[in-house]
Every structure is written in C-alpha cells, then in structure tokens.
C-alpha cells in the first residue's frame, strides 16, 4: 500500500488518540468539573477577544441549541458572564469571571504539560518537519475547496 492511502486515516487516528488522551488527563479531573466541549470553548475563550454565541457555533460546528446550554452550565458554575458588544450593541460577547480567569489560566498550564509531554524525545529539526507537514497538508486541503 502507498504511503499517502493512509496518511489521512494515520492522521485522523492519532488526532482522535490525542483527544481522548487530552480529555483523560486534563478535563476528567474532578478539580477541573468541566465536560471536554466545556473545557474546550474555556481554551478558545482563553485565545479570543470578545467572542460571541456565533464565533463558538463556527469554530467548533456546534447548533444554537449545543452552544447555548454549554454556554448556561459555565454561566451557572460562574465562570463566564455576558456584556453587550461595542461594535454591535445586538450581540453579547462572553468575558470570563475572576474564577473562570483562574480556571482558564490552570487549563492553559496542564495543556503546556501536556504538550510537553508529546513531544518529549522529537527533536526540534523533526518538529519542524511535522509542523511544515502539516502547513502543506492545510494548503492542500484548502486547494480541493
């Protein structure tokens, strides 16, 4: 068989063993007492500037109906709260509490560790090869559009 018949299915695989790694290690942690789905729109929030319903909906291809009752449990365990958008006083975009911050930052920082932890014994050169990889991959999947 040909390298590249199983690049997607090797790719796909190894995405789905690091995901459930991820969800192991970092959100199944009762001091945590976040779902993955919740503890991942914690990291995106983490990421983003004044993120709304819609910009969750996109970026993880959730229903309103998904997002909204991700969105009340954070509410309801005080981790977010709403304030109108500046630009758009229709819109409500999500900002974190003082206690979803702490969260957000404990999150961030088992993330780095965990990182850390798959990438231990890559060389910086191989790293550098995987990641230029996976640009041409982007490229390409972009391209079949």
Partial sequence: MKAYYSFGKRT??????????LDEKIVNDQIIGLSP???????????????????IMDAFSLSKSSVSEILSALVEKNLIT?????DDSRKRAIEFTDEGQILSCALAERLEAFNRELVKGISQEDLETVYRVFDIVRKNLEEME
Avoid: P
């Fill in 82 to 86: 709403y304030e109108r958008c500046d």
């Fill in 12 to 21: 796909v695989k190894l995405s789905k063993n690091i995901r459930k790694k």
């Fill in 37 to 55: 789905i919740q503890a991942r729109v914690v990291g995106f929030l983490s990421r983003h500037e004044e993120v709304t319903a819609t910009d």
